[in-house]
């Protein structure tokens, strides 16, 4: 996976061209507030070193915050942990939960990095595939159901789902907790989007009877309130669980960026009219990308419920997934996310992030719908005969 990461210049960096891995935050900028709070707290020279788990005035004021998002009743010194971003609490908390030759299962697909940093620490991973159900892509309870009595350590997913946009039914998610309680496993969920949702409403897992013990939650304003250059998030668990990623935060980084913590006093507070318009004008976007790349013949692509990512099948063009992101960016300048990343499960797809400035938008589809066209014809006139695809 890094070599073909590699080949296709996947390095985070962009190198001039049009890059759909992440959010534009010039577009899309964070709220007002944020960079006052950040210099508020600079101008507080005390601010500068806090407790590894975080500023004690800031976690006080996240545990309303949060307590009222999850529909919990948390404690800011026991339940809560401030991390260098949602990606150091990910790693935090698997160092603190996984030993080498758990079991851990793992979403297929899911967030691109998560199986390389179990890989890392030695575990054995199982992927969890999604299967189609009346509620869209649902993860195969069923399976892991039949895996709960082999002695699952973890069983790690997002909702909303990274990079399908999948979003949990209620009932999902309280048939992950009878699972969870039934097989004596914990459960780590990433739900960094939970406030990008576009359709229906939202359960949080911690929430549910009996899971707050065994529950994990990612949290941060990264993505959807564009907070991604402060590097801050949030780590969600039982007292035992905080303590245990404390000290893994005190070997990876000793804290959060502490002046950078202090935007998290705000968060969920001063931004709700900013989401919701934020979440309109990405609905907007979703909705007219559907339209305009199911132009391409034999794309296949259905509008998420959350985040701003949309999952493209591309198994009916004749190309591979890296061979679309190599056409992609030769050909139409755009940097995409082929599906290999995030799983087994991704082979044949690629992923885009719709979050960009409209225009530019706009033309850079007009390019990609141009390029996967032209390949799509040529991939399909290769394998018709001559006389068939000679016909007018």
Not at 30 to 40: C, G, M, N, Q
Not at 334 to 351: A, D, E, K, L, M
Request: proline content about 4%; glycine content about 8%; hydrophobic content about 40%.
């Amino acid at each position: 996976m890094r070599e073909a990461d590699l080949s296709l210049g996947l390095n985070g960096a962009g190198d001039g061209l049009l890059d759909t891995t992440h959010f534009d935050t010039v577009r899309f900028p964070p709220p007002d507030w944020a960079l006052a709070s950040f210099a508020s707290a600079y101008e507080d020279g005390e601010t500068a070193y806090t407790a590894y788990r975080g500023s004690s005035e800031v976690r006080e004021a996240c545990a309303q915050s949060v307590s009222r998002l999850m529909g919990l009743d948390l404690d800011a010194a026991r339940h809560l942990a401030i991390t260098a971003g949602t990606q150091s609490g990910l790693f935090a908390v698997l160092s603190a939960l996984v030993d080498e030759g758990d079991l851990v299962v793992l979403a297929d697909p899911e967030y691109l990095f998560v199986e390389r940093m179990l890989r890392f620490l030695g575990a054995e991973v199982l992927r969890l595939p999604f299967v189609e159900t009346e509620d869209g892509l649902q993860p195969d309870l069923d399976q892991l159901e039949e895996w709960s009595d082999r002695g699952i350590a973890l069983y790690v997913t997002s909702n909303p789902n990274n990079p399908t946009g999948t979003v949990f039914s209620s009932e999902t998610v309280a048939r992950i907790g009878r699972i969870a309680r039934a097989g004596d496993f914990r459960v780590l969920i990433d739900e960094l989007y939970c406030r990008l949702v576009y359709d229906g409403g939202y359960a949080h897992l911690a929430a549910e009877p009996g899971m707050f013990e065994r529950t994990v939650t990612l949290l941060g304003g990264s993505k959807t309130e564009s907070l991604s250059g402060f590097r801050v998030g949030m780590v969600v668990a039982d007292a035992p669980v905080v303590d245990a990623i404390e000290q893994a935060l005190a070997m990876m980084c000793l804290r959060a960026p502490a002046y950078a913590q202090h935007v998290l006093s705000r968060w969920l507070v001063d931004d709700v009219e900013f989401v919701a318009r934020r979440v309109r004008e990405l609905r907007a976007l979703r909705d007219e990308t559907v339209v305009r790349l199911r132009a391409v013949p034999g794309l296949r692509v259905s509008p998420g419920r959350g985040t701003a990512y949309l999952w493209a099948d591309v198994s009916e063009l004749g190309l591979s997934d890296v061979e679309v992101a190599r056409l992609l960016q030769q050909e139409a300048g755009v940097v995409v996310s082929p599906g290999y990343q995030f799983g087994p499960s991704g082979i044949g797809r690629f992923r885009i992030c719709y979050a960009r400035e409209e225009q530019g938008w706009w033309e850079a589809l007009d390019r990609m719908t141009t390029a996967l066209t032209s390949a799509s014809d040529t991939t399909h006139d290769e394998h018709v005969p001559a006389s068939q695809g000679s016909a007018p």
